[in-house]
């Protein structure tokens, strides 16, 4: 079973507009951390948000915010107030307990901002 | 304070030469982790370091790739006898500690060409 999914191979949203991408993970950990990263066209992996299994709220980091939803097993990122300079690949991953601590990544959402 | 850095940015080799790919972690970290991207594809994790030892290397390929992280000095991810299979974007990140809630921050990648 995939440890990380999103549904999304591709989204177009216009300028302005927020846009939720989707991330549903499967672990029987009681303890992990879920990541998003941006991948711009320049290739470069930039770190957005971190939510903890342990956390009771949503994690926010200014524009981007983690819908957290433990008992659907979902992490969705939001993107508020979308921009041009958003446009790029979005992955979801997710990092569990000692002794399996790489990050596992999800195939990734291609987000284009349309103006 | 220097993110992670990785050298060099492209990297061509011709089939049967050697690669060898380095990655600085940030000050203080000493947790490194490499993964492989395929175009278009998600990121695959490939091992995990820590100062002079290696923790999880269930991804690496069983010939030709070898990483070590030594006490002084960058981490080294070292591909003999390249094939053009090999072409991909290698990234590098470090973590300041083992955990599912210590953050994961990624070098910019060293894209290998193999002709």
């Known amino acids: 079973a995939q440890k990380i999914t999103q549904t999304q191979p591709g989204m177009f949203v216009q300028e302005k507009e927020a846009v939720t991408l989707d991330c549903t993970y499967d672990?029987?950990?009681?303890?992990?951390?879920l990541f998003w990263y941006k991948q711009p066209s320049s290739g470069e992996m930039i770190f957005l948000i971190y939510?903890?299994?342990?956390?009771?709220q949503n994690a926010t980091e200014g524009r981007y915010s983690l819908n957290f939803q433990k008992a659907r097993k979902s992490a969705n990122l939001v993107i508020s107030a979308s921009q041009l300079g958003d446009s790029a690949m979005y992955f979801c991953a997710m990092r569990e307990a000692f002794g399996n601590e790489k990050l596992t990544f999800g195939t990734g959402t291609r987000l284009t901002i349309i103006p | 304070n220097a993110g992670v850095m990785q050298n060099p940015r492209h990297l061509v080799r011709r089939r049967g030469q050697e690669a060898r790919l380095r990655c600085s972690p940030m000050?203080?970290?000493?947790?490194v982790y490499w993964y492989r991207q395929l175009p278009e594809e998600g990121l695959k994790f490939m091992v995990y370091?820590?100062?002079?030892?290696?923790?999880?290397e269930s991804g690496m390929p069983k010939e030709r790739f070898s990483a070590e992280f030594p006490k002084e000095g960058p981490s080294i991810l070292r591909i003999q006898q390249v094939v053009r299979g090999d072409s991909a974007a290698y990234f590098c990140?470090?973590?300041?500690?083992?955990?599912?809630?210590?953050?994961?921050?990624f070098g910019s990648g060293t894209q290998l060409s193999v002709l």
């Open positions: 672990t029987s950990d009681q303890s992990y951390g």
């Open positions: 370091l820590q100062k002079e030892n290696i923790i999880d």
């Open positions: 939510q903890g299994s342990y956390d009771e």
């Open positions: 000050k203080g970290h000493s947790h």
């Open positions: 990140a470090s973590s300041a500690d083992r955990g599912a809630n210590e953050k994961l921050f």
